[in-house]
């Protein structure tokens, strides 16, 4: 993908003035460092588990909607600073969930990406367009609709924020697990740029660059930000000499400013991003040809690859070899405009936000993981559209009692075009009981085709406030009310296959049996109301000035899901509303003249009809049906600690640990793991349902950690130079709903290191890293298939490369 492609000449020229012209971005210590508030644009929340400021130089945030001491928030939340980010070369959702241990990120693909905080939010079976997340994301201030949204690369950052625990009475919008708060830097009214170019092996390359400064001076701002990334695929296709899974994505970011009148500013942003990749593939782990039980499980999968005379790769995932020979790729573009208006009235400020977005998704898969043809398609497209208003009024200055107000709408539409094909392998490789004239008329070339549109139109109205009891006890409330309308409908048809005439009336019936299996015709609407209320109540108090004690009790909600897809006999089209009670305390301390930052939380959180997405085999054929449904009861609890320490001012050392014990507390109707499922068995051995009551759940390792250090070193009052490293690690966990033993994940570590030298106080900057220094060889998800066969996304090897940073 060309980066000029994408822009204009004019545009192309701006990037190259922000990435050569001036001077590098600053690798200074950073520990995670939340940076104060900039002004004149309110910003949600930043970090109160981050570094400690420098004494008496206090860390300003507005994780309640107003400007507050950092360690005086009583809210478990971790952010991380541009500068920090920037050391680390984190750009993606993903790479940062490294140095927040209760933030879990992975992906089958783009579109069916899992966000957890503290184990809750998503599970990790595939995205269904009906059900929403639990943890919300927003970017300025503006929510994004879909975990899609988030996979692009970010660009000009001023921090990245991880508020644990439901969110619901500011944030809203489906925060029962958390939410992920991202803001970009301002508009500057004094002209600079800063831009980076790195390149490494495997191809990669990257750059990243922005301008900023006056249009009109004192009254009007803008800022643009560029960003392209390639990188070749880490996997090679030895069906057709390709290397696959590579990276191609470049985003656009353009701000204005305008402070027309003293405490009014209007920003307006727009951006466009694009990627492309050839991916998702899944790798061959190995395979088991016999229940639990030890019955043999009939038509396994090295029995198919026999009939079909293949010869299948190795069992070799980290060979980094597949044979696909279906096309397969991952394509996705996103754009938006948003604008946002701050009055200062004196004794409150006025907020509004509007904005409106859309998401495109464009895949192709090759499901079957081999190189006969028999899933030559398998794909659901999205069309997302959205709209978003909010309006707040918040008092200003600290009185006795704090207070803030406001309103949210929203609307959102997702389009879902899916698609089937079956090619000529297939009825050997599905049906091989049945006479070869029947099986090939029903499968080879059968498509199916479907339909889905399900709208969501939501309404709020919200309040918060804080009462200074005395200036060490203060006790915050909050209350929001949510209405929500839910539509949609839902068509399938059988669109293409050969003609059945030529079959016998018994032979025909059991072609189109067949068809019906593989892809049953079906068309329904349905439509579903709302309404909920979210709540919070705060103590905290602080006995001695550097130390914050407080408890939290919490509800967070999240609307009714709609079924839009193939749903079995007895399962509801709606599914329930889910409801998060969360139990909190905390201690946030600072100590030893603010060089050392140590902060602790402990949570409790009960959820009732946890929605989920089930994977279910039906009995006696080779087919899924995939649907959302409740779960009755789900709990989660455990600790966070976060450490920051910096001894001196050229050193500082990190830390995090989490624990989450997340279980299903009542779930009588869960899948059954593959292993355990043997059809040709009476109940319970053939049943697709298990008793999952007690159980992990999936897609959580139970515990997690991180640690980090930076240091520097001047050699000369115009050189110095610096280092950075982090390590991180997961407990195992499971990719799979049912929690087959083949699914789960094994614990693994990663090490990341970078070591650079910078010039004249960071207006040049040189560095080189390593991105799993180690070359760990790790799984990022684990697939079971009713054959036997377990199959895998893997996670990137160890990559090399260097950095060349300027700004002024």
């Known amino acids: 993908m060309s980066f000029h492609s994408h822009v204009p000449a004019w545009l192309a020229g701006a990037s190259l003035v922000a990435l050569f012209a001036g001077a590098a971005q600053g690798q200074t210590v950073q520990l995670a460092a939340a940076t104060p508030v900039r002004t004149p644009v309110a910003e949600a929340p930043v970090d109160t588990d981050a570094a400690p400021a420098a004494e008496g130089d206090d860390i300003?945030?507005?994780?309640?909607?107003?400007?507050?001491?950092?360690?005086?928030?009583?809210?478990?939340?971790?952010?991380?600073?541009?500068?920090?980010?920037?050391?680390?070369g984190d750009y993606r959702l993903d790479q940062i969930q490294q140095v927040v241990p209760a933030l879990q990120v992975f992906s089958f693909n783009p579109r069916n990406t899992n966000i957890n905080i503290r184990g809750l939010g998503s599970n990790v079976a595939l995205t269904n367009d009906g059900i929403e997340n639990g943890v919300g994301l927003y970017i300025d201030g503006v929510y994004y609709g879909r975990p899609g949204q988030s996979q692009f690369d970010l660009v000009d950052l001023e921090r990245v924020e991880v508020l644990r625990g439901p969110q619901g009475t500011l944030f809203g919008k489906n925060t029962t697990a958390g939410a992920i708060n991202i803001s970009?830097?301002?508009?500057?009214?004094?002209?600079?740029?800063?831009?980076?170019?790195?390149?490494?092996?495997?191809?990669?390359?990257?750059?990243?660059?922005?301008?900023?400064?006056?249009?009109?001076?004192?009254?009007?701002?803008?800022?643009?930000?560029?960003?392209?990334?390639?990188?070749?695929?880490?996997?090679?296709?030895?069906?057709?000499?390709?290397?696959?899974?590579?990276?191609?994505?470049?985003?656009?970011?353009?701000?204005?400013?305008?402070?027309?009148?003293?405490?009014?500013?209007?920003?307006?942003?727009?951006?466009?991003?694009?990627?492309?990749?050839?991916?998702?593939?899944?790798?061959p782990v190995s395979v088991f040809t016999s229940y639990a039980n030890g019955a043999g499980i009939a038509n396994n999968w090295l029995q198919r690859v026999a009939r079909a005379g293949y010869t299948p790769l190795a069992f070799d995932p980290f060979a980094r070899k597949t044979d696909a020979n279906s096309p397969f790729y991952a394509i996705m573009d996103t754009w938006g405009l948003s604008g946002e208006v701050n009055y200062d009235l004196g004794g409150a400020t006025i907020t509004s936000i509007t904005a409106g977005r859309h998401w495109n998704w464009y895949p192709s898969n090759d499901a079957d993981v081999t190189r006969l043809s028999v899933n030559l398609q398998s794909n659901q497209q999205n069309f997302q559209r959205q709209f978003s208003q909010e309006v707040r009024i918040a008092s200003n200055g600290s009185a006795r009692v704090d207070w803030l107000i406001g309103g949210y709408y929203f609307w959102q539409v997702v389009r879902g075009v899916g698609s089937a094909i079956y090619g000529a392998d297939a009825p050997n490789w599905l049906y091989p009981t049945d006479?070869?004239?029947?099986?090939?008329?029903?499968?080879?070339?059968?498509?199916?085709?479907?339909?889905?549109?399900?709208?969501?139109?939501?309404?709020?109205?919200?309040?918060?406030?804080?009462?200074?009891?005395?200036?060490?006890?203060?006790?915050?409330?909050?209350?929001?009310?949510?209405?929500?309308?839910?539509?949609?409908?839902?068509?399938?048809?059988?669109?293409?296959?050969?003609?059945?005439?030529?079959?016998?009336?018994?032979?025909?019936?059991?072609?189109?049996?067949?068809?019906?299996?593989?892809?049953?015709?079906?068309?329904?609407?349905?439509?579903?109301?709302?309404?909920?209320?979210?709540?919070?109540?705060?103590?905290?108090?602080?006995?001695?000035?550097?130390?914050?004690?407080?408890?939290?009790?919490?509800?967070?909600?999240?609307?009714?899901?709609?079924?839009?897809?193939t749903i079995p006999a007895g399962v509801s089209a709606v599914v329930d509303p889910e409801q998060t009670d969360n139990y909190e305390i905390g201690l946030k301390s600072q100590l030893f003249h603010h060089t050392l930052t140590a902060n602790l939380a402990g949570f409790w959180a009960d959820v009732t009809n946890y929605q989920t997405t089930i994977v279910q085999q039906v009995i006696g054929t080779n087919s899924y049906i995939n649907y959302i449904a409740n779960i009755p009861k789900v709990r989660s609890r455990g600790f966070e600690a976060d450490l920051a320490w910096q001894p001196i001012a050229a050193l500082g050392l990190t830390g995090a640990l989490a624990y989450t014990d997340a279980t299903y507390r009542n779930y009588p109707n869960g899948p059954t793991p593959v292993e355990a499922l043997n059809p040709t068995t009476a109940q319970p051995g053939g049943s697709p349902l298990q008793n999952m009551s007690g159980q992990r759940l999936a897609g959580v390792p139970k515990w997690s950690a991180s640690l980090g250090t930076d240091a520097s070193h001047a050699l000369t009052d115009r050189i110095t130079?610096?280092?950075?490293?982090?390590?991180?690690?997961?407990?195992?966990?499971?990719?799979?709903?049912?929690?087959?033993?083949?699914?789960?994940?094994?614990?693994?570590?990663?090490?990341?290191?970078?070591?650079?030298?910078?010039?004249?106080?960071?207006?040049?900057?040189?560095?080189?890293?390593?991105?799993?220094?180690?070359?760990k060889n790790y799984f990022q998800t684990l697939s079971v298939a009713n054959t036997g066969l377990v199959s895998a996304i893997l996670g990137d090897p160890r990559t090399l490369g260097a950095t060349l940073r300027t700004k002024w």
């Open 60 to 88: 300003l945030v507005t994780a309640r909607r107003r400007t507050e001491r950092a360690q005086d928030v009583p809210i478990a939340l971790s952010a991380i600073s541009g500068e920090t980010l920037a050391a680390r």
């Open 721 to 775: 130079l610096y280092g950075h490293a982090d390590w991180s690690w997961r407990s195992d966990y499971y990719t799979v709903a049912s929690n087959s033993r083949y699914g789960l994940v094994p614990s693994y570590a990663l090490v990341n290191a970078r070591i650079g030298v910078q010039l004249d106080k960071g207006k040049f900057d040189l560095s080189v890293w390593a991105r799993n220094l180690l070359d």
């Open 435 to 565: 006479a070869p004239v029947v099986s090939d008329a029903a499968v080879n070339g059968f498509t199916s085709r479907s339909r889905s549109d399900p709208h969501t139109r939501s309404l709020a109205a919200f309040a918060q406030t804080s009462w200074h009891i005395t200036p060490r006890l203060s006790l915050t409330t909050g209350l929001r009310f949510t209405h929500e309308d839910k539509w949609g409908s839902y068509v399938s048809v059988q669109t293409d296959g050969k003609s059945l005439a030529g079959l016998t009336a018994a032979q025909a019936t059991r072609a189109q049996a067949i068809r019906n299996g593989l892809a049953p015709q079906a068309n329904y609407s349905v439509n579903a109301k709302d309404d909920s209320w979210s709540w919070l109540a705060t103590l905290s108090w602080k006995p001695v000035d550097d130390v914050l004690l407080y408890a939290t009790n919490s509800r967070g909600t999240k609307s009714q899901g709609l079924n839009l897809t």
């Open 184 to 283: 970009s830097l301002l508009p500057s009214f004094e002209t600079e740029a800063q831009g980076e170019a790195s390149f490494g092996d495997y191809g990669y390359r990257q750059l990243r660059g922005s301008l900023s400064g006056p249009l009109v001076d004192g009254l009007a701002a803008a800022r643009i930000s560029l960003a392209e990334t390639h990188r070749d695929g880490f996997l090679h296709n030895v069906t057709t000499g390709s290397d696959v899974h590579n990276y191609d994505d470049f985003t656009a970011r353009g701000q204005l400013l305008v402070t027309p009148l003293s405490g009014l500013s209007i920003r307006l942003i727009g951006d466009y991003s694009n990627q492309r990749q050839q991916c998702c593939i899944n790798l």
